[in-house]
């Protein structure tokens, strides 16, 4: 367990701050933003023709009302707490990175309806859209990260068992 926590807290320690380093939000996190953007509108098409995706920017073409995605709203907190617990578990890789790339798509999932959601409340009402953009949203998509851990935990093959102590015979 002392194994457990120490890996999960120093990868923690290292992605967290990686993740606020300048050249990776270029790089990774605003194309990701955008990339995550475009999949909302191209979902919202189905039955809004009046969304549009700019980079990382959701708008109402009659409106002129939106969101933008920013750094923090794009799941990738939850995918390094994610990350670091798949990381320091003690596990075959090929399910290390199984684990890493199906929570992945778990997170950015719920985030894509997250994301919806939250476009709509804007629209809506601006007061609601504050609540569960800092309150709701954000437990559920942690609360996304542990219980797909939990669910990969279940998942990774079980080690042979010890044998049974053995059976006293009664007379």
């Known amino acids: 367990m002392f194994r457990f926590v120490l890996i999960f807290l120093a990868c ?3 992605l967290f701050p ?3 380093y ?7 996190i605003l194309p990701l933003t955008s990339a995550i953007a475009w999949a909302c509108v191209a979902i919202m098409h189905l039955w809004d023709d009046h969304v549009v995706a700019q980079a990382n920017i959701m708008r109402n073409t009659l409106s002129g009302g939106g969101i933008e995605i920013v750094a923090g709203c794009s799941g990738v907190e939850a995918v ?15 399910y290390k990175l199984a684990g890493i790339g ?12 997250r994301l919806i959601s939250l476009y709509y ?5 601006h007061v609601w859209f504050e609540w569960f953009h ?8 942690i609360l996304d990260a542990l219980v797909f851990w939990l669910v990969w935990l279940r998942w990774l093959p079980r080690g042979p068992r010890p044998p049974a102590p053995p059976v006293a015979a009664t007379a």
């Open 12 to 14: 923690l320690a290292v």
């Open 18 to 20: 990686l993740d606020l």
């Open 22 to 28: 300048q050249p990776v939000q270029q790089h990774v």
């Open 80 to 94: 390094i707490i994610l990350i670091s617990a798949v990381l320091a578990f003690p596990a075959p890789w090929k």
């Open 102 to 113: 199906l929570g992945f798509l778990a997170i950015q999932s719920l985030n894509v309806v």
């Open 121 to 125: 409340l804007n629209e809506w009402n």
């Open 134 to 141: 800092l309150y709701l949203w954000q437990a559920l998509i």
